[in-house]
T-cell receptor, first 110, second 115 residues
Framework: ELKVEQNPLFLSMQEGKNYTIYCNYS?????LYWYRQDPGKSLESLFV?????AVKQEGRLMASLDTKARLSTLHITAAVHDLSATYFC??????????FGTGTRLKVLA | EPEVTQTPSHQVTQMGQEVILRCVPI?????FYWYRQILGQKVEFLVS????????KSEIFDDQFSVERPDGSNFTLKIRSTKLEDSAMYFC?????????????FGEGSRLTVL
């Protein structure tokens, strides 16, 4: 059964700092997604990564996918308070059963 | 911009009662999903639905659960006899053709509280 793990689970960082969230998964997949969730809200799509080596950037966030290592990263550059949220990766193993990671709760301190 | 809509936003029910959660997926999407999230925890897959039948379901999706697309626009999740542990946020999602990006678009969720 597909397992998707993220680390860290909790991340508290100062504004202006850089950090990376890791998403590891246990089975072959070429499709990986990153979502953001604010407290009490729905899941907002951030990035869609569809092949090995894919890299996407939006503002201070950059996501990449290494399908051989079964690893995706979400890199935060010069964090700001507005990035405080929970970030989830999700993997599509091609069976209409997207599995979400454990989530990383990010808190950016002013 | 098209969006997935869910009703009700919050439902409180007594243990043992039946609950129906409703979703209207984005109109040209073909794949539909239900996920649930117990407060502050991970997002758990329940079921996927395509071409009027279940494609995949998880261990959570036992005989107490059922899904239906009764009229070509609504997509419903029924819980026949609710338990305390069914209390969670239930998210509906839809996706266009598999040959597309496969990105899931989520509704705002229905919070179910079982007393």
């Amino acid at each position: 059964e597909l397992k998707v793990e993220q680390n860290p689970l909790f991340l508290s960082m100062q504004e202006g700092k850089n950090y990376t969230i890791y998403c590891n998964y246990s089975t072959t997949s070429d499709r990986l997604y990153w979502y953001r969730q604010d407290p009490g809200k729905s899941l907002e799509s951030l990035f869609v990564l569809l092949s090995n080596g894919a890299v996407k950037q939006e503002g201070r966030l950059m996501a990449s996918l290494d399908t051989k290592a079964r690893l995706s990263t979400l890199h935060i550059t010069a964090a700001v308070h507005d990035l405080s949220a929970t970030y989830f990766c999700a993997v599509d193993p091609g069976t209409y059963k997207y599995i979400f990671g454990t989530g990383t709760r990010l808190k950016v301190l002013a | 911009e098209p969006e997935v809509t869910q009703t009700p936003s919050h439902q409180v029910t007594q243990m043992g009662q039946e609950v129906i959660l409703r979703c209207v997926p984005i109109s040209n999407h073909l794949y539909f999903y239900w996920y649930r999230q117990i407060l502050g925890q991970k997002v758990e897959f329940l079921v996927s639905f395509y071409n009027n039948e279940i494609s995949e379901k998880s261990e959570i999706f036992d005989d107490q659960f059922s899904v239906e697309r009764p009229d070509g626009s609504n997509f419903t999740l029924k819980i026949r006899s609710t338990k305390l542990e069914d209390s969670a946020m239930y998210f509906c999602a839809s996706s266009p053709l598999a040959t597309n990006t496969g990105e899931l678009f989520f509704g705002e969720g229905s919070r179910l509280t079982v007393l």
